[in-house]
């Protein structure tokens, strides 16, 4: 079976600090990867998409980056962290098309 | 063109009860509708998914009904029960864009008193 970690659950950083948050998944190869943001009581925001080795797509403007250096491999980086980077982080796979799981998330609080 | 449009924010339902979700989309592209289910502090967890060639589909106490030609489409949640208690989300997607990307809802905040 698929499983997809995060880590950390949860990290405190203060304001210009770098960021690197990482997501892999076992039990498949060649995922879809997604990076995602949820603000507190709200939706989803899609931050990046890869579809292979080395292949990001940017959603959305940012203070962030993403980085697919192996298959099951996304990492999400920053160089300085914006107090408006806080934020629940969550990444997710999908094997072929649609179906997407999600991973337990990465609780980033920015001081 | 790609929002998905959900309602009710917020709901209340007492146990027993049938909670009822509705999504609404305009791009007639998107061949994919799934519901997620999201605990506080967890990520977001499948619940239940149609294709446009069905216009339902139930999986235990969850239903999804579909209109087409209305683009719309909700989730039903019979017998309410305490346990489903969370943040629920529709989402969708069409196969003609790149990596499969899902455009979510706002979400609703369920909440089912005892």
């Known amino acids: 079976s698929q499983t997809i970690h995060q880590w950390p659950a949860t990290l405190v950083q203060p304001v210009g600090s770098p960021l690197s948050l990482e997501c892999t998944v076992e039990?498949?190869?060649?995922?879809?990867l997604y990076w995602y943001r949820q603000a507190a009581g709200r939706g989803l925001q899609l931050l990046f998409y890869?579809?292979?080795?080395?292949?990001i797509s940017s959603e959305v403007p940012q203070n962030l980056s993403a980085s697919r250096p192996q298959d099951r491999q996304f990492i999400l980086s920053s160089k300085k962290l914006l107090l408006s980077d806080s934020g629940f982080y969550l990444c997710?796979?999908?094997?072929?098309?649609?179906?997407?799981?999600f991973g337990p998330g990465t609780r980033l609080t920015v001081l | 063109q790609q929002q998905v449009k959900q309602s009710p924010q917020s709901l209340i339902v007492q146990k027993g009860g049938i909670s009822i979700i509705n999504c609404a989309y305009e791009?007639?592209?998107?061949?994919?509708f799934p519901w997620y289910q999201q605990f506080p502090g967890k990520g977001p967890a499948l619940l239940i998914a149609?294709?446009?060639?069905?216009s339902e589909k139930k999986e235990g106490r969850f239903t999804i009904s579909f209109n087409k030609s209305a683009k719309q489409f909700s989730l039903h949640i019979m017998d309410s029960q305490p346990g489903d208690s969370a943040t629920y989300f529709c989402?969708?997607?069409?196969?003609?864009?790149?990596?499969?990307?899902?455009?979510f809802g706002e979400g609703t905040q369920l909440t089912v008193n005892p």
């Open positions: 997710a796979w999908s094997y072929g098309w649609n179906e997407q799981f």
């Open positions: 039990g498949t190869s060649n995922p879809n």
């Open positions: 890869s579809v292979g080795i080395g292949q």
């Open positions: 791009n007639t592209a998107f061949d994919y």
């Open positions: 149609i294709r446009p060639d069905v």
């Open positions: 989402a969708a997607s069409s196969q003609e864009t790149s990596g499969s990307r899902l455009t």
